[in-house]
């Protein structure tokens, strides 16, 4: 997860959501990546996004036996629809997020009983320092006056009480 924050802090040098993910096999790095949207203007370059195509890039499969995820911000219903369908058995993230959450702040997709696939989803990881990363982030564009957001600013994303 350290390794994720590092990766968040570098995108928000490059303007983008800090958000980071590390895919993990056998206790090596598989893949890492930050978010790319801004940079590419397509909505579908999250970080996880692009680590689970360098991982099947990677593995020459899609399926993603073994491999664990480590992400910084909750994943949204995109993001963790991809991972269901690439069959990532782990995934570990940081903070929650509260507006677009997918595995328990704002959606649930786990509890379709449909699902042919249930990853064990741990959070909290580094929480506090996942939220602070986004909060600063937020708060920076905030107090720009050339900030631009497409729609409303996110929530803030949710510090776990200690």
């Not at 696939?117 to 959070?123: A, E, G, K, Q």
């Not at 729609?151 to 009480?161: D, F, G, I, K, M």
Request: aromatic share 4%.
């Amino acid at each position: 997860m350290r390794h994720a924050l590092r990766l968040a802090r570098g995108a928000t040098r490059r303007a983008e959501v800090p958000v980071g993910c590390v895919a993990e096999l056998d206790g090596r790095v598989l893949a890492a990546a930050s978010n790319r949207v801004e940079a590419t203007r397509d909505a579908t370059r999250h970080a996880e996004m692009e680590v689970l195509s360098a991982c099947a890039r990677r593995l020459g499969d899609w399926r993603l036996a073994g491999v664990t995820l480590y992400v910084t911000l909750e994943p949204c219903p995109m993001c963790a629809g991809a991972m269901l369908l690439s069959r990532v058995p782990r995934i570990v993230y940081g903070a929650d997020d509260p507006r677009k959450g997918a595995f328990r702040s704002a959606y649930d997709v786990l509890a379709n009983p449909s699902g042919n696939h249930h990853p064990r989803v741990d959070r909290g990881l580094l929480s506090n320092e996942a939220a602070d990363l986004l909060l600063d982030f937020f708060r920076q564009l905030r107090t720009n006056p050339g900030a631009r957001f497409s729609q409303s600013p996110p929530l803030a994303p949710r510090r776990l009480r200690r």
